[in-house]
């Protein structure tokens, strides 16, 4: 079967009657031309063209090859032309699912940077807790998701694009804010404290990093948003574990206090997912080059 660009040729000689002028059109030399209709010869076993010094015209067997290549071309450019239709409608709305932390305190500026580099670009950003947004990517409803967990879901690829550090804090009146010493892991599993709901990333960490500790006590208060927990907490209501991430401006204006806990690491890796396969392609590659280029480093 002879390849697109050598029907297109053949196509440009039918029309034009010189072999000279379709090489030109093509951007190729007269004897590139030349052997590209010979190789076309050899694979269909009959002679296309007749060649002479006024030009070249079409056997009897090359114009009906040539009525053939007609259909084949404009079938290929019919669905190279689906094909653009689909990228740009790919390219121009983005479906991104993310977590709480990561949509409040990460996905603002990311996004702000997609935009400067693809201003048509409509991102569609949909917020829940780690365990949804996966399910959200595994359903197709989402291109890209960001999640907080321990684990990844199969069926999920995955690519670290932050870090961030889980806290104990308290309101100032809280016990706690007086301690002396730092807080026993023990004690915190012990303890109840103000929760997001199952399936959110933070308290899937904290219960993995608390596991060697005795199981950890029923929640205090569980509530849907870290901005409800924080709330919660400064009402003296509680201690949480939150990410440093969320807590930032609470702690430096001094409505919360955060608490160390003795050998206890609390650092996380917050992750990009996307279907196992391809690495994502259109915005969704540049949103993800954008959580992992070096300025966007927590």
């Not at 009657?17 to 009959?46: D, N």
């Not at 509680?238 to 991430?245: D, I, T, Y």
Request: aromatic share 2%; proline share 6%; no cysteine.
């Amino acid at each position: 079967m002879p390849d697109l660009p050598a029907l297109e040729l053949l196509l440009d000689v039918a029309r034009t009657g010189s072999l000279g002028a379709s090489a030109r059109a093509h951007g190729i030399s007269q004897p590139a031309a030349s052997a590209r209709v010979k190789t076309m010869e050899r694979l269909i076993g009959v002679p296309l063209l007749e060649r002479s010094p006024t030009g070249s015209r079409l056997t009897e067997a090359g114009r009906l090859v040539t009525d053939w290549a007609g259909q084949v071309v404009e079938a290929a450019q019919a669905m190279d032309a689906g094909i653009d239709a689909l990228r740009e409608r790919r390219d121009s709305r983005l479906a991104v699912a993310a977590s709480m932390t990561i949509a409040e305190y990460l996905l603002p500026g990311w996004l702000v940077a997609l935009r400067h580099d693809r201003s048509g670009t409509a991102v569609s950003l949909q917020t829940g807790n780690s365990t949804w947004v996966a399910a959200q990517v595994l359903s197709g409803a989402a291109v890209l998701g960001f999640v907080e967990g321990a684990e990844v879901p199969s069926g999920l690829d995955m690519a670290v694009v932050a870090h961030d550090r889980l806290m104990v804090v308290v309101a100032p009146s809280h016990p706690w804010a007086r301690r002396r010493s730092r807080l026993p892991a023990a004690e915190l599993a012990a303890t109840p404290l103000i929760q997001r709901e199952q399936g959110s990333g933070t308290r899937m960490v904290l219960e993995t990093a608390l596991a060697p500790y005795g199981a950890l006590a029923a929640p205090l208060l569980e509530l849907a948003s870290t901005t409800a927990v924080k709330s919660a907490v400064r009402s003296g209501a509680g201690p949480a574990v939150l990410s440093s991430l969320a807590i930032a401006v609470e702690v430096s204006s001094g409505q919360l206090r955060t608490i160390e806990v003795d050998g206890l690491d609390l650092t996380r890796r917050l992750r990009a997912v996307w279907p196992t396969g391809p690495r994502p392609a259109g915005p969704a590659r540049d949103l993800l080059s954008i959580t992992r280029s070096p300025r966007q480093e927590t």
